[in-house]
């Protein structure tokens, strides 16, 4: 496979991005991932080769290009929790940055890269996200139903809060799959906001599946940190590759 550093130009800059593109002529499905806080690194490009093996051509932009290109940190100390925990709260301005209508718009911007691709085969993508990414890519997939055919969300937190503009109040719009993993150690996404985000997702009929993972905390596929399962991870394989080869029939 072809592992390179791509530019995506969107309606406020240029957003770096990691493009893995399989090996032979394609056209290939497209699989969007977005980030977690800690940003586009070698874990994210491990996991985007991972997905590339299987016939995907994966895109993982740096959801954080207004602040620079990735890595904005010195991100060496991330199986410190103390250091995570440290390093996070210096994230929190790009965090907060991420607006809805910004993720949005820059979405329809890594959408648009994807489709003017020769590689890349026509019709919807799929997208898969974790923690925040998960969250943002739930977001994304109400933007835009009819050309994202399936989520994959691993421990996304705050999909349900008491905002009037919380991810799981724009389900409604949602036409393809979705599948949530939700680590069961996880304040950020509680049994109670998860039973409110099921409740939606069933209100709205939407096709989902949405699974708890026993001994999980939030962050658990990352290997670069302190949080990652190993078993945990092996099922979020699993079931993604389940979703994208139901998704595009393979």
Not at 48 to 54: G, L, N
Not at 74 to 91: I, N, V
Not at 124 to 130: H, L
Not at 134 to 150: E, F, H, K, Q, S
Request: proline share 6%; aromatic share 8%.
């Amino acid at each position: 496979m072809e592992t390179r550093t791509v530019d995506v130009p969107t309606r406020d800059g240029v957003a770096d991005a990691c493009l893995v593109r399989p090996d032979g002529d394609g056209p290939f499905p497209a699989v969007l991932v977005f980030m977690d806080a800690f940003g586009l690194r070698p874990r994210l490009i491990e996991m985007a080769e991972r997905i590339a093996s299987q016939g995907y051509l994966v895109l993982v932009p740096n959801l954080f290009y207004r602040a620079g290109r990735a890595p904005l940190f010195d991100l060496s100390g991330l199986g410190d929790p103390e250091r995570r925990a440290a390093l996070f709260g210096q994230l929190m301005p790009q965090i907060a940055a991420l607006t809805p209508e910004v993720i949005t718009r820059d979405a329809g911007a890594y959408l648009d890269f994807l489709a003017a691709r020769d590689d890349v085969a026509p019709g919807p993508v799929a997208i898969t996200g974790y923690c925040m990414g998960g969250t943002n890519a739930l977001r994304v997939m109400a933007a835009y139903p009819d050309r994202i055919a399936a989520l994959a969300s691993f421990h996304a937190g705050r999909v349900v809060t008491d905002s009037p503009d919380s991810p799981h109040l724009g389900v409604g719009s949602v036409t393809g799959e979705v599948y949530f993993a939700h680590a069961d150690q996880d304040q950020s996404m509680t049994a109670e906001q998860i039973a409110t985000l099921e409740k939606a997702l069933e209100a709205a009929g939407v096709t989902y599946r949405s699974e708890l993972y026993a001994g999980a905390q939030h962050g658990f596929t990352m290997a670069d940190t302190a949080a990652y399962h190993e078993q945990a991870t092996e099922r979020h394989w699993t079931a993604m590759f389940d979703l994208l080869d139901r998704t595009f029939r393979r």
